[in-house]
């Protein structure tokens, strides 16, 4: 069969979409305890918030520009963004229907009553009006449209109130513009009660309740929610970029003023000012979304983190690896065997000692690192400091183009060439992806090499959210090909040759390629070829080709795809041997491992990069093995095994592309491949054991 027949490719955006409605089935579910449905509906509406302003906004760039579609499945891209917009509408209105009939009832049944302003009890209403007038009257900005005002600017997902204003004195109809401040929290807790119920109000519907305060002589006839969505993708030519941080943050600023791809109304909206907003951002009738409930239930993430435990998991008691406890320092520890590190399982604390020990200990003579995205108050930053001003020689390679965490990493870049570290950034078109610590220190007569090599960012706060696993090492060939890869990034190596590291853009590709090769050419000659694969996403042409063909040969493969996942499996002559599934839970799924050969005799590896045209062609990503038996057990067992399970909580994926959950067992409890990990930690019982392999079927 032509591997190239459009029909054997999900379209990646589709796939996208399906994905986020996983994330969707989990707040349905009524397993999860309810402010963490809550935290689930939030990330749904927060991933389709991003989802247009990254790739929806792309699809209509490629449609002004007249350029035919790229991807393997060959739809058209009008045809593309038709197929979205029925999508996501209808995403939308499930979710809005969650909202209303499911959560919001059941928070009130918890003591925590979401109603209307007009809904409070009169010494509320007391409250809410000298709330207003003390807290949020000073920060509004009342916009009116005439011929002298013209229409403002709508920033991007700005809340705002459209409202309809009459001059009694000229009979005249006005409209005006009252943006909803973001710094003020959008869900208002109403004090004077008098009970343990806690009552919350809307901001928007406080504003409009007292509109009266920012237009005193005129008469309301109406006020109507409405929210833009604009375009962000930050587009940073190298040409143009002589100075590449000056440049990024001039994007950054300019980013607000992304055109429109979307506008989120209440159907209430009159189709007078409707119209009015399509013309003034110039978008089309099919790009308006409407809504019964509040725009932007991203807002439901402040509701999500109170302080109810009885309404959330269990607290997270993460562990200390066992070496740590034993040595008197992280040096030690590391000489002593491999450390690996399963977050959040395993606490993020063991990375930070490395570094804060590293920028005190005199031994130490360099620190190179890579940094993605390591949030705005990063202890990690701080401990490079540190060593900066202690004399060691610090060297970053920061990423200014980390979609989102622009601004967090140009102040840092800034703060660490003040305290005299080596700053530097990749091309305009390559971002550096991986993540990678280098500690060079003497001990004795030599020197010694300590590595830090993992999935995830060096970022203390997903690491309590993300799961990800990391190496530390002292591995002398694993130090040389690290100190290759920052020597290729500080200067002009062209072609570095690495012994264990397998990086792109450059030797990544090829080897997956060859790894995949190896296990068809196993099953062609009648042994058995398997190959395991836990990524966030699946998208490469060749790769999805490749796989295809070891399926066609015998070879067994099981891909764990969290996200988007453009191959179709269990195709009849194309792809019956490989099975799909993707695992959604308490944590983030983020961790990219790897295994290549039968049970017992099987190659591990971890990776940086999903199999995705960006990571092995335009990133520096980073492919690395787990050589050392103990780290080896612990990915088998925590990583790999506990998959096994038919009960395990992930999702399957059909020939159609379509998903399907597995129905809980008649006997007991949904099983959660999440779970058994973390009750093998929290318990302190041994690591799960499961027959290992048993997937395919």
């Given at each position: 069969m032509d591997l190239s027949d459009p029909s054997l490719y999900v379209n990646r955006e589709l796939s996208w979409l399906a994905f986020n409605e996983r994330v969707l089935d989990q707040a349905r579910d009524a397993r999860w305890s309810l402010l963490e449905r809550l935290k689930f509906l939030a990330i749904h509406c927060s991933n389709l918030d991003e989802f247009f302003m990254i790739r929806v906004s792309g699809l209509h760039e490629q449609l002004d520009a007249h350029v035919a579609s790229q991807q393997p499945d060959g739809i058209e891209v009008r045809e593309l963004l038709n197929q979205i917009r029925k999508l996501a509408q209808r995403q939308l209105s499930d979710a809005d229907q969650l909202y209303r009939e499911v959560l919001l009832p059941a928070l009130t049944a918890c003591g925590m009553r979401v109603g209307r302003v007009s809904e409070l009890s009169e010494g509320q209403k007391h409250w809410a009006r000298d709330y207003f007038r003390a807290s949020v009257f000073p920060v509004l900005t009342p916009l009116g449209v005439d011929p002298v005002h013209p229409f403002p600017f709508l920033s991007n997902l700005s809340l705002s109130l459209a409202v309809e204003l009459h001059d009694p004195a000229s009979s005249e109809h006005r409209f005006a513009r009252v943006k909803v401040p973001e710094i003020l929290p959008r869900f208002v807790e109403v004090a004077g009660n008098g009970d343990e119920e806690h009552s919350?109000?809307?901001?928007?519907?406080?504003?409009?309740?007292?509109?009266?305060?920012?237009?005193?002589?005129?008469e309301i006839r109406g006020c109507h929610p409405f929210r833009v969505t604009r375009d962000m993708d930050l587009d940073v030519l190298e040409d143009a970029a002589e100075d590449l941080l000056s440049a990024v943050d001039r994007g950054v600023r300019r980013r607000r003023f992304g055109a429109a791809v979307r506008l989120e109304v209440s159907p209430q909206l009159p189709p007078h000012i409707r119209q009015l907003l399509l013309e003034k951002l110039e978008i089309e009738e099919v790009d308006l979304y409407e809504s019964q409930v509040p725009l932007g239930l991203s807002c439901l993430f402040q509701l999500a983190s109170r302080n109810r435990p009885e309404l959330r998991d269990a607290p997270l008691v993460q562990r200390v690896p066992l070496a740590w406890l034993e040595k008197g320092d992280p040096f030690s520890a590391i000489r002593?065997?491999?450390?690996?590190?399963?977050?959040?399982?395993?606490?993020?604390?063991?990375?930070?000692?490395?570094?804060?020990?590293?920028?005190?200990?005199?031994?130490?003579?360099?620190?190179?690192?890579?940094?993605?995205?390591?949030?705005?108050?990063?202890?990690?930053?701080?401990?490079?400091?540190?060593?900066?001003?202690?004399?060691?020689?610090?060297?970053?390679?920061?990423?200014?183009?980390?979609?989102?965490?622009?601004?967090?990493?140009?102040a840092w870049a800034r703060a660490l060439e003040r305290a005299g570290a080596h700053v530097f950034y990749s091309a305009a078109d390559v971002k550096t992806h991986a993540k990678a610590l280098l500690i060079v220190r003497r001990e004795g007569a030599d020197l010694r090499r300590?590595?830090?090599?993992?999935?995830?960012?060096?970022?203390?706060?997903?690491?309590?959210?993300?799961?990800?696993?990391?190496?530390?090492?002292?591995?002398?060939?694993?130090?040389?090909?690290?100190?290759?890869?920052?020597n290729s990034l500080s200067g002009f190596s062209v072609s570095p040759r690495y012994r264990v590291l397998a990086v792109a853009p450059g030797s990544l590709r090829s080897k997956i390629l060859e790894l995949i090769e190896e296990q068809a050419r196993r099953a062609r000659s009648g042994g058995r070829g398997r190959i395991f694969a836990k990524l966030n996403a699946l998208?490469?042409?060749?790769?999805?080709?490749?796989?295809?063909?070891?399926?066609?040969?015998?070879?067994?493969?099981?891909?764990?795809?969290?996200?988007?996942?453009?191959?179709?499996?269990?195709?009849k002559g194309v792809s019956e041997n490989i099975r799909v599934r993707s695992l959604l839970g308490r944590f983030l799924e983020h961790e990219r491992v790897f295994a290549f050969g039968a049970e017992g005799e099987e190659e591990l590896f971890l990776a940086s990069a999903d199999w995705m045209p960006r990571n092995l062609d335009r990133r520096v990503e980073l492919f690395f093995p787990v050589a050392s038996e103990a780290a080896r057990k612990q990915v088998l067992e925590e990583c790999i095994w506990p998959l096994a399970h038919e009960d395990c909580g992930a999702y399957e994926m059909d020939e159609s592309g379509h998903y399907r959950r597995p129905a809980p067992p008649a006997d007991g409890p949904h099983a959660d491949a999440q779970e058994h990990v973390l009750a093998a930690v929290t318990k302190n019982r041994p690591r799960p054991s499961i027959k290992p392999w048993a997937v395919v079927t």
């Open positions: 919350f109000v809307l901001l928007e519907d406080l504003i409009g309740q007292n509109l009266s305060e920012l237009f005193p002589g005129l002593a065997g491999d450390v690996c590190l399963h977050h959040p399982y395993d606490s993020f604390a063991p990375v930070l000692d490395l570094l804060s020990f590293a920028a005190l200990d005199p031994g130490v003579l360099a620190i190179k690192m890579t940094l993605y995205r390591a949030g705005s108050d990063a202890e990690a930053m701080r401990a490079l400091i540190r060593a900066a001003e202690n004399g060691k020689q610090v060297a970053v390679s920061i990423e200014l183009k980390a979609r989102f965490d622009e601004a967090n990493n140009i300590y590595v830090h090599l993992s999935t995830g960012n060096y970022n203390a706060a997903t690491a309590r959210l993300y799961t990800d696993v990391a190496l530390m090492t002292c591995d002398p060939q694993t130090g040389e090909d690290v100190s290759e890869l920052f998208v490469d042409a060749d790769v999805i080709r490749a796989l295809y063909r070891a399926s066609n040969d015998g070879a067994e493969i099981d891909l764990l795809v969290r996200g988007p996942c453009c191959l179709r499996p269990r195709v």
